[in-house]
Nanobody
């Protein structure tokens, strides 16, 4: 099983920025499509962003498009989510995932990291 560990969550003021990291244990990490999801209290888990192994093809939910940037460093087996212009509605537990396609079908999940945006 691929193990994913998120880090970088915390408390940030609205309008601020935060960058999340996801470190993977799998040596073939660079062959996986990687994604970020989030789940707010009382809501279903929702897709945030994804990118393919090449690091060139990216996909974003409409709610974060233009504000968030997903990237990966295959040499470090790490995926990042740069979050800018944060809003209180971005508050959620953020999960990284591996092995999916666009917003669906991911095989491996991290434990999540809390992001709280204050107004």
């Amino acid at each position: 099983q691929v193990q994913l560990v998120e880090s970088g969550g915390g408390l940030v003021q609205a309008g601020g920025s935060l960058t999340l990291s996801c470190a993977a244990s799998e040596i073939t990490f660079n062959t996986y499509t990687m994604g970020w999801f989030r789940q707010a209290p009382g809501k279903e888990r929702e897709f945030v962003a994804a990118l393919r192994w090449s690091g060139r093809s990216t996909y974003y939910a409409d709610s974060v498009k233009g504000r968030f940037i997903i990237s990966r460093d295959n040499a470090k087996n790490t995926v990042y989510l740069q979050m800018n212009s944060l809003k209180p509605e971005d508050t959620a537990v953020y999960y990284c995932a591996a092995g999916g396609s666009y917003s669906e079908g991911y095989d491996y999940w991290g434990q999540g990291t809390q992001v709280t945006v204050s107004s």
